[in-house]
């Protein structure tokens, strides 16, 4: 996208092919299917509109808007913070680096909370470390809860989380964003879910990371000391502590360390019912258990 370009009418087709040859030149993997999906995110279309629109005048605003989302790319981040947009389920979440990118497993996790408690509406769910609020979020619309919280450590991610609060419509209960570390912030409350996507890499394992996850997403919510499970572990604790009898705990967790997790809860005597579950993909990536009815001996 050259000065002179900019000067004069871009059409998207035109936007799609500068966009191309900017990514192709700095070896980015398949750029002409990367260009469509960055000038669809930026336009907040389906993927195929572009290609069905490629006559349509780009004005002023959203040519700034891609030359920005270009050239964040081009730094190494990733296309959904290049963009400032990520789909999640039936949402559109806005994102930057405070929050994690939202994934596909974090959407598994959300259907397997929905299944779970499909037969029994009401209460309240509390998604713990929100990010950018999409478990949230995705439980309020989907769900049918009274109320669903979700906490964070982070200032900038509730920041983030409150604007795809603001922005999602049809809500089927009122979501209510809380500061604080884990469930420090619903403390002598009740909840029938807890449910959370914590930080589960350690500390030594970062230079394995991919360089667009190490370098762009937020260190807090990656890293969990030096074993990945300081997070997991106080959370399966205080979990026990908030959720009423019957009540579900649901985390996503590292493959690796999906064993370890599950025997940590298991542990927990006021757990039972620990079971596993695979991500789409056959991996042991999700530890859901229940709330005894009693506490144990």
Do not use: C
Not at 44 to 53: A, K, Q
Not at 75 to 81: K, R, V
Not at 168 to 186: F, I
Not at 269 to 280: A, C, G, H, T, Y
């Amino acid at each position: 996208m050259t000065t002179e370009r900019a000067s004069a009418p871009v059409t998207v087709s035109q936007l799609l092919d500068d966009t191309a040859r900017r990514l192709n030149a700095r070896g980015i993997s398949e750029p002409f299917s990367e260009a469509r999906e960055m000038v669809s995110a930026l336009y907040d279309v389906p993927r195929f509109w572009p290609l069905m629109n490629g006559g349509v005048e780009v004005d002023a605003a959203m040519l700034a808007r891609a030359y920005a989302a270009v050239a964040k790319r081009l730094q190494g981040a990733p296309l959904a913070y290049a963009v400032g947009r990520a789909s999640f389920r039936h949402l559109v979440l806005d994102v930057d680096e405070r929050v994690l990118i939202p994934r596909p497993e974090t959407e598994h996790l959300v259907e397997l909370v929905l299944d779970a408690m499909s037969g029994t509406p009401g209460g309240v769910a509390v998604d713990v470390g929100t990010g950018s609020g999409a478990i949230a979020i995705a439980l309020a619309a989907e769900g049918n809860f009274e109320r669903v919280y979700g906490t964070d450590i982070s200032l900038g991610a509730l920041a983030v989380a409150a604007r795809n609060v603001e922005l999602a419509a049809r809500l089927r209960a009122p979501v209510e964003l809380l500061h604080g570390s884990l469930l420090g912030p619903v403390a002598g409350m009740r909840a029938r879910v807890v449910v959370s996507n914590p930080p589960y890499i350690a500390l030594g394992e970062a230079q394995a990371l991919p360089a667009s996850v190490r370098d762009w997403e937020p260190a807090v919510a990656l890293y969990s000391g030096a074993d990945g499970m300081t997070a997991t572990s106080r959370l399966v604790r205080e979990a026990a502590a908030v959720l009423e009898p019957g009540g579900l705990l649901a985390l996503e967790v590292d493959v690796r360390r999906a064993s370890i997790a599950a025997e940590l809860v298991s542990r927990e005597r006021r757990f039972d019912s620990v079971r596993v579950e695979l991500d789409l993909t056959g991996r042991e990536r999700f530890v859901l258990a229940r709330r005894q009815e009693r506490d144990g001996a």
